[in-house]
């Protein structure tokens, strides 16, 4: 019982920190349908433990999601920023 009780008070994902650049995940897409396409920035945490606050790129307030609906983007598929490892 103890073990389930620690599963719980840790975090959900550690990479998640600010300054990083996510984008919806599958399981987010399919319960927030209006940001599905959306990519965005973390800029902080938030008040719950299991929640991240993001700004999705082209929105001027940040928004607080939980973590499992955002995945991190890896710098080479971020198309929607200047990337050093996108084509030119």
Do not use: Q
């Amino acid at each position: 019982m103890i073990e389930l009780i620690a599963a719980w008070t840790g975090p959900m994902k550690s990479n998640l920190a600010v300054g990083v650049r996510v984008r919806m995940s599958a399981l987010g897409a399919s319960r927030c349908a209006r940001l599905a396409n959306k990519t965005g920035t973390i800029v902080g945490g938030s008040v719950y433990a299991n929640s991240v606050s993001v700004l999705f790129d082209g929105n001027r307030t940040r928004t607080t999601i939980h973590r499992e609906y955002v995945e991190v983007l890896l710098p080479g598929l971020d198309t929607t920023r200047d990337s050093t490892a996108a084509p030119r």
